[in-house]
């Protein structure tokens, strides 16, 4: 896992000092170069054997494997990852912006690409094909992304039951057999009540797979499976488009695994497509 993904999916369970230290290299990453662990531990005043910790903490070495390693990571990006390339007028807020939004969409995909190893992935597509009902539940924003991703699962002849009511989807739980399977989409996997939801379907004998931030939480770490979402940015409207695009690539490529991995869900699709498309034109 590139280090700088890394230290963002583990920034939640670091001490106070170490976020000190994750926050510096974060917006920093493209000026890491210049400093030696002792710059580095004067300008955050901090003790040099912190920065050394922290770097070894995260599976390195030491603080020049880490340094190395980000250097690397900066340059694949091409540029600073949290700033676009300046325009040749200088003052054209339109363009920048626009270009600016493209290239942190990009790198949100990739990074969201790379924090979901292919193994999971092809585990969670066994899951969701071989699931005899797939439950579909997420909250608020959460729910947007549960209805359209239980609207196209549906379209490929999988039975779903999708809820944005936590009581209407507790009281469904009677319907839960061994191998069915819930998808819970929460952006940050905190909310208690969907936690005990998990664990009641657990109880009997479903599987969960969590879909959230690309952090530590506890939908997460009780699920069976688990999907990550990468998306950061300083300003908090970025980062919830960000978080909304990469959803979608994640998402986008499940639904074309399963179509690739089910010649019949493809069928099953177009007769779908084309009862829907008659009944629009009638």
Same mark, same amino acid.
């Given at each position: 896992m590139p280090p700088l993904l890394k230290i963002r999916s583990e920034r939640g369970q670091m001490s106070a000092i170490e976020r000190r230290i994750a926050d510096f290299i974060l917006d920093n990453a493209h000026l890491l170069r210049d400093y030696s662990s002792q710059q580095l531990a004067s300008a955050l005043g901090i003790s040099q054997s912190s920065v050394v910790k922290f770097s070894q903490k995260l599976g390195f070495k030491g603080y020049p494997d880490l340094k190395y390693s980000i250097g690397q990571d900066v340059a694949r990006a091409g540029a600073d990852p949290q700033q676009a390339p300046s325009e040749p007028d200088g003052g054209d807020d339109y363009r920048r912006l626009g270009e600016a939004l493209r290239r942190s969409k990009a790198q949100a995909e990739e990074e969201t690409r790379q924090a979901n190893p292919r193994e999971e992935i092809e585990r969670i597509v066994q899951l969701l094909d071989g699931a005899p009902k797939l439950f579909v539940h997420g909250l608020g924003d959460d729910g947007l992304f549960a209805r359209e991703f239980a609207m196209r699962l549906s379209l490929l002849g999988l039975l779903v039951?999708?809820?944005?009511?936590?009581?209407?989807?507790? &009281?469904?739980?009677?319907? &839960?057999?061994? *191998?069915?399977? +819930?998808?819970?989409?929460?952006?940050? *996997?905190? +909310?208690?009540?969907?936690?005990?939801?998990?664990?009641?379907f657990q109880d009997m004998g479903g599987k969960v797979i969590s879909i959230t931030r690309h952090t530590a939480n506890p939908l997460r770490a009780h699920a069976d499976?688990? +999907?990550?979402?990468?998306?950061?940015?300083?300003?908090?409207?970025?980062?919830?488009?960000l978080y909304r695009s990469a959803m979608h690539a994640l998402l986008d490529f499940l639904f074309v695994l399963l179509c690739h991995a089910n010649p019949d869900r493809q069928q099953q699709l177009a007769v779908n497509l084309e009862r829907i498309d008659h009944l629009l034109d009638s």
């Open positions: 039951v999708p809820h944005t009511d936590p009581i209407l989807m507790l &009281a469904n739980l009677s319907a &839960a057999r061994p *191998g069915d399977v +819930l998808l819970v989409f929460s952006e940050f *996997g905190n +909310l208690a009540q969907l936690s005990q939801l998990s664990r009641q499976a688990a +999907l990550a979402v990468c998306a950061h940015d300083r300003t908090p409207q970025v980062a919830q488009l």
